[in-house]
């Protein structure tokens, strides 16, 4: 069974940093591209960052450009999320998941609250 | 990179066809087909119900169907069933190697 379990959410202020973590399994992760989207609480779906199957090729979405790194670790069977400079904007909940059909994800993790705010 | 353009809402009764639009530009849904649909659940993680324009993931029932025309994909879903009700989202690759969703749609099946 694929699941993939987000963690590392939380309060933090404006300007701060935190770092996502995502543990995935019952798949071949190093297999697949891998995916962060974000939900502000009531608003829709925002796509935030990609990444390939070795970290080679890595996309992100042009409001979190220069703040956001993603990565992976494939020996963990991990993805994640780091994210600086935090802005009040930045409040969502935080989904991980697989692009396991062409650019399309069709397994997503319960997802993390981020709650920026001083 | 603008988010696609959805209806807010969509309504049906039981056993009638929707169909949601998507409008995007010819820098996403216009350049490729690859266009996908996400159901969510209050609450829940979002379900993808339609991927490259048209194709179904297994476990999806057929009365979903996708199409694409120009810069606008579609979403019919036939049939409607009270547990169709949700929100849906589509969501497409863009000429910048991103992908951007749309809006949302609220379904209420009446």
């Known amino acids: 069974e694929v699941q993939l379990v987000e963690s590392g959410g939380g309060l933090v202020q404006p300007g701060g940093s935190l770092r996502l973590s995502c543990a995935a399994s019952g798949f071949t992760f190093s297999r697949d591209w891998m995916t962060w989207v974000r939900q502000a609480t009531g608003k829709g779906l925002e796509w935030v960052a990609n990444i390939n199957q070795d970290g080679t090729k890595i996309y992100y979405v042009e409001s979190v450009k220069g703040r956001f790194t993603i990565s992976r670790d494939n020996a963990r069977n991990s993805l994640y999320l780091q994210m600086n400079s935090l802005r009040a904007e930045d409040t969502a909940v935080y989904y991980c998941?697989?692009?396991?059909?062409?650019?399309?994800?069709?397994?997503w993790g319960q997802g993390t609250l981020v709650t920026v705010s001083s | 990179q603008s988010a696609l353009t959805q209806p807010a809402s969509v309504s049906g009764s039981p056993g009638q066809s929707i169909t949601i639009s998507c409008t995007g530009t010819s820098s996403d849904i216009g350049s490729y087909n690859y266009v996908s649909w996400y159901q969510q659940h209050p609450g829940k993680a979002p379900k993808l119900m339609i991927y490259?324009?048209?194709n179904r993931p297994s476990g999806v029932s057929n009365r979903f169907s996708g199409s694409k025309s120009g810069n606008t994909a579609s979403l019919t879903i036939s049939g409607l069933q009270a547990e169709d009700e949700a929100d849906y989202y589509c969501?497409?690759?863009?000429?910048?190697?991103?992908?951007?969703f749309g809006g949302g749609t609220k379904l209420t099946v009446l």
């Open positions: 490259e324009v048209s």
């Open positions: 998941a697989r692009d396991g059909v062409p650019a399309a994800q069709n397994y």
């Open positions: 969501c497409s690759y863009t000429t910048i190697d991103t992908r951007v």
